[in-house]
T-cell receptor, first 110, second 117 residues
Framework: NAGVTQTPKFRVLKTGQSMTLLCAQD?????MYWYRQDPGMGLRLIHY???????AKGEVPDGYNVSRLKKQNFLLGLESAAPSQTSVYFC?????????FGPGTRLTVT | AQKITQTQPGMFVQEKEAVTLDCTYD???????LFWYKQPSSGEMIFLIY??????QNATEGRYSLNFQKARKSANLVISASQLGDSAMYFC??????????????FGTGTKLQVIP
């Protein structure tokens, strides 16, 4: 089992560019989450999904979109990147009470 | 609304000694979960320990124990016999299960622990 994987690990974007972060899990979990982590702060929830084809907004959804076309994949999109979106992005899937985290994607927007 | 407070931005502990990382929480729910995660410098989030609000006994996982004091709304992490590999950022978190099974998790701001040889 690979667990939760994230692609890419690092990315640098220019303001206004778009990109998609991919999260994949091979544990057949229904629930998946996207978080961002900024210095001096804990993780904040961007969007989540309770199953294939369903998504919902979390705490800080502005500027992001998500899709869950397949159960194992949860995509996070930035349509027009802004410097405020410079952060480390974590994906997680859930089984029972435990969330399993991916290794993170470090995104810098210049 | 749920809130997690970690008042210790950074702590030092001597190798082989025990250390307590503080966490207080605020919620009006009766059913909730409390977690601790470890984040080493490599960046990944590692699950350490879980305590359910109805669990009467404190959770333990190897050298980690969660000192759960419900009336005080505290969920401190105790690490016994500290090792150099314990140097990391530690996050306290609380979960609330909403309709449909979605788990809303609120994280604290973290405590950076440094173990001194």
């Amino acid at each position: 089992n690979a667990g939760v994987t994230q692609t890419p690990k690092f990315r640098v974007l220019k303001t206004g560019q778009s990109m998609t972060l991919l999260c994949a899990q091979d544990m057949n979990h229904e629930y998946m989450y996207w978080y961002r982590q900024d210095p001096g702060m804990g993780l904040r929830l961007i969007h989540y999904s309770v199953g294939e084809g369903t998504t919902a907004k979390g705490e800080v959804p502005d500027g992001y979109n998500v899709s869950r076309l397949k159960k194992q994949n949860f995509l996070l999109g930035l349509e027009s990147a802004a410097p405020s979106q410079t952060s480390v992005y974590f994906c997680a899937s859930q089984q029972g009470y435990e969330q399993y985290f991916g290794p993170g994607t470090r995104l810098t927007v210049t | 609304a749920q809130k997690i407070t970690q008042t210790q931005p950074g702590m030092f502990v001597q190798e082989k000694e025990a250390v307590t990382l503080d966490c207080t929480y605020d919620t009006s729910d009766q059913s909730y979960g409390l977690f601790w995660y470890k984040q080493p410098s490599s960046g990944e989030m590692i699950f350490l320990i879980y305590q359910g609000s109805y669990d009467e006994q404190n959770a333990t996982e190897g050298r980690y124990s969660l000192n759960f004091q419900k009336a005080r709304k505290s969920a401190n992490l105790v690490i016994s016999a500290s090792q150099l590999g314990d140097s990391a950022m530690y996050f306290c978190a609380m979960s609330e299960t909403l309709s449909g099974g979605y788990q809303k998790v609120t994280f604290g701001t973290g405590t950076k622990l440094q173990v001194i040889p």
